[in-house]
């Protein structure tokens, strides 16, 4: 038999808020590939705001960060509450491989794309040594 007074109702609500954060922590989900010359980073960012999201490269790391918000409405109080909301962020350690200068970002369907090409390999060459007479 499950308990259903407000106060074991209060617990459950704390306890869940409490897990909830610590998974927000880990950072939206993603996903990482590549296709030809140019890798992608799919970042799960469902119901942010497109104008909220922050996308920075600092040497080689990837930060994306985003909010996430309810919209208010005069009146209500939420009886159930369990959609995350707040801060949102991940930061990805990108390789030295990648020409973070030519980053793009699109935002469709709560999916966060971003695109990076490789550099452009350079073929090793063989310098002529001259000596002097």
Do not use: C, N
Request: no cysteine.
């Amino acid at each position: 038999m499950l308990l259903s007074t407000p106060t074991v109702r209060d617990l459950e609500r704390l306890t869940a808020r409490v897990f909830e954060t610590s998974t927000r922590t880990a950072g939206a989900r993603l996903d990482a590939y590549r296709e030809d010359d140019t890798f992608y980073l799919d970042i799960d960012l469902p119901g942010v705001d497109p104008a909220s999201i922050d996308v920075t490269v600092d040497g080689k790391v990837l930060t994306v960060r985003a909010e996430r918000g309810r919209a208010e409405r005069a009146g209500v109080r939420y009886l159930v509450a369990e959609r995350p909301m707040g801060a949102v962020s991940r930061q990805v350690r990108l390789s030295d491989k990648l020409d973070t200068d030519r980053l793009e970002a699109r935002y469709d369907q709560g999916v966060l794309t971003l695109s990076i090409p490789l550099l452009e390999e350079r073929e090793p060459r063989r310098i002529e040594v001259s000596a002097t007479a």
